[in-house]
C-alpha cells in the first residue's frame, strides 16, 4: 500500500508541474508584455499539448500499473489474513499485527483490541526453549536466532498443541518479530490413529497366526481321535452282526456304549469340517436333484425316531418336483441338524412339521417345531460358533454349539440363506431359501438317492446327542 501511495504522489507532482509550467508562461508574457507571434504562440500551445498528451498516457500507464499493484497486494494480505495458520508480528514485545486466526487464538474477535498491547500479556514465555539471550534480543528488537517450539503458552498457563516458528525480519531498517502457530492437533491425532492401526493389525496377525496354529490342532487332534474311535464303532458292527449270544442286541450299556461314539463322531466330525470351511477347503460336489424327495426322503428317515420321543412329524409340500443344484451329503446334514433341534427342544406330545414352498425362481424349505423356543435376545446368538442358549449343566440333550453354525455355512456355500423367527414357549421356525435350477437346462436331475443302511447311520450320528432315545442298530 506504500508503495501504490508512492506512486500517485508521482503522478500527481507530474500534473502539477505541467499545470505551473504553463501557468508560468502566461505569467511571464502578461507580466513583460511580451508580444509573441502567432507561431510562438501555436508552438507554445503544441508543446503545453503535447506535455498534457504525454502526462495523460503516464497518468493511465501508472494507473494499469497501480491497479495491478494493489491486486496483487490484496490477495496476499487475504492469504495471510484468511490462512489456517496463526500470524502475528510484534517488536519490542508489543503486538503490530494478527490475523484472524492468531486473533482467535488469543481469544479475542477484533485485532484492534490487541494491537499496541505487550506480548506477555497474552502468551508466557518457555524460557527454557527461548532463552535468556534471544529473549533479550527481541525486547530489544534486535536480531535473533530463529525459533521452533512444540507447544504454546497462554497466559493463564493453558497449554496448546502448536507448531510455533519465529524469525526476524526488517522492515525500514527496523526489526520485527514474525511467529507462525501452526496447529499439530490433527496432525498428533493421524499419528496416534497410524499408531493404533499398526498395534490393530500387528494384533490381527497375531491374532490369524494363533487361530491357524488353533485350526491345525483341531485338524490334527479330530483326525487322531477319529481313527480309532472309527475302529470301535467298527468292532461294534462287527459284534452286532454276530450271534446275540455273544452280545444281545437289547443290551442297554451295548447301545448306551454306541450311543455315546456316536456322540463322540459327531463332535469329531463337526470340528473337522468346521476347519476345513475356515481354510477354506470344504468341497462341496454340486449336482442338481428334485429337492422334495430329497427333504422328504430325510424326514421319513426319521419318523420312528421322532415318534419314539412321543413327538407327531409331517411333511408336506405345495409341489411335487423342484430342482435345485445342491450337495446332497450337505442337505441331508443341514435337514437332519434342524429335525435333530427340533426334537431335542420339543417336548412330549409336540408337533413338527416340514414345509416345502414354490417360489419359482427360489424353493422354500419350513422346518417347524412347537417347542420351548428362544428368547428375542438370543436369536441372533443361535447362528454364532460355539454359543448355546442353555449353558446349564442339567440341560437335557448334549451339544457343541457348532451344528447350526456349519448349517448356516452349508446352506450359504449352495448359494442359499437360512432364517430363524422363534417365539418364546410356543416354538421355532427355520426357512433356508435355496435358488432353483433352469426347467429349460438340458441336464437331467440326479435320482440317487442315499442308501438305507447308510442313511440309518447318518441319523443316529445326528441325533445321538439326545437323551432317553432309542437309536436304531
Request: charged share 35%; proline share 2%; with cysteine.
Given at each position: 500500500m506504500i508503495r501504490i501511495q508512492k506512486v500517485d504522489q508521482q503522478r500527481t507532482i507530474i500534473f502539477s508541474l505541467i499545470n505551473c509550467l504553463s501557468i508560468l508562461l502566461g505569467l511571464i508574457c502578461y507580466c513583460y508584455q511580451i508580444k509573441l507571434n502567432n507561431i510562438t504562440v501555436v508552438s507554445v500551445g503544441i508543446l503545453l499539448l503535447i506535455l498534457n498528451i504525454l502526462s495523460v498516457i503516464i497518468?493511465?500507464?501508472?494507473?494499469?500499473?497501480?491497479?495491478?499493484?494493489?491486486?496483487?497486494?490484496?490477495?496476499?494480505?487475504?492469504?495471510?489474513?484468511e490462512s489456517p495458520n496463526a500470524i502475528f508480528v510484534h517488536r519490542k514485545l508489543e503486538f503490530k499485527y494478527l490475523n484472524k486466526k492468531a486473533t482467535e487464538l488469543f481469544g479475542l474477535k477484533n485485532s484492534k483490541n490487541i494491537i499496541g498491547k505487550p506480548v506477555e500479556n497474552f502468551v508466557k514465555f518457555n524460557m527454557d526453549a527461548v532463552g535468556q539471550k534471544r529473549y533479550d534480543a527481541v525486547k530489544e528488537a534486535r536480531n535473533f536466532e530463529p525459533l521452533v517450539e512444540e507447544v504454546f503458552f497462554r497466559e493463564n498457563g493453558k497449554i496448546i498443541d502448536m507448531e510455533i516458528f519465529s524469525n526476524n525480519i526488517e522492515v525500514k531498517g527496523n526489526n520485527y518479530a514474525l511467529v507462525l502457530c501452526r496447529n499439530v492437533i490433527e496432525k498428533k491425532k493421524i499419528l496416534e490413529l497410524k499408531e493404533k492401526i499398526y498395534l490393530e493389525e500387528k494384533k490381527l496377525r497375531e491374532k490369524i497366526q494363533h487361530d491357524r496354529i488353533k485350526d491345525e490342532f483341531f485338524a490334527n487332534l479330530s483326525h487322531e481321535l477319529r481313527t480309532p474311535l472309527t475302529i470301535i464303532l467298527g468292532t461294534m458292527q462287527l459284534f452286532e452282526n454276530t450271534s446275540e449270544a455273544i452280545i444281545?442286541?437289547?443290551?442297554?450299556?451295548?447301545?448306551t456304549l454306541k450311543q455315546n461314539g456316536y456322540r463322540l463322531l459327531r463332535l469329531i466330525n463337526n470340528l473337522i469340517d468346521i476347519t476345513k470351511i475356515d481354510s477354506g477347503y470344504f468341497d462341496i460336489n454340486m449336482d442338481k436333484y428334485n429337492i422334495v424327495s430329497v427333504v422328504e426322503e430325510i424326514t421319513s428317515s426319521v419318523i420312528d425316531y421322532v415318534e419314539n420321543k412321543g413327538l407327531y412329524i409331517e411333511f408336506d409340500t405345495e409341489v411335487e418336483e423342484k430342482i435345485v443344484n445342491c450337495h446332497i451329503e450337505?442337505?441331508?446334514?443341514?435337514?437332519?441338524?434342524?429335525?435333530?433341534?427340533?426334537v431335542k427342544f420339543t417336548p412330549e406330545g409336540g408337533r413338527i412339521v416340514v414345509n416345502i414352498f414354490d417360489e419359482v425362481d427360489n424353493v422354500k424349505i419350513v422346518v417347524k417345531d412347537t417347542g420351548i423356543g428362544i428368547k428375542e435376545e438370543n436369536i441372533n446368538l443361535i447362528f454364532d460358533r460355539f454359543r448355546q442358549v442353555d449353558k446349564s449343566f442339567t440341560r437335557n440333550h448334549e451339544g457343541s454349539g457348532i451344528g447350526l453354525s456349519i448349517v448356516k455355512s452349508l446352506v450359504e456355500m449352495q448359494g442359499g440363506t437360512i432364517s430363524l423367527s422363534?417365539?418364546?414357549?410356543?416354538?421355532?421356525?427355520?426357512?433356508?431359501t435355496l435358488p432353483v435350477e433352469d426347467e429349460f437346462t438340458n441336464q437331467s436331475a440326479n435320482l440317487t438317492m442315499e442308501k438305507g443302511d447308510y442313511m440309518k447311520q447318518k441319523v443316529n450320528i445326528e441325533f445321538s446327542d439326545i437323551y432317553n432315545l432309542k437309536l436304531e442298530c
Open positions: 497518468s493511465i500507464k501508472m494507473k494499469a500499473y497501480t491497479n495491478g499493484i494493489e491486486e496483487r497486494l490484496c490477495m496476499f494480505e487475504e492469504i495471510v489474513e444281545p442286541k437289547k443290551n442297554k450299556r451295548f447301545k450337505s442337505m441331508d446334514r443341514i435337514i437332519l441338524n434342524l429335525l435333530s433341534n427340533a422363534s417365539e418364546y414357549g410356543k416354538g421355532s421356525e427355520f426357512v433356508i
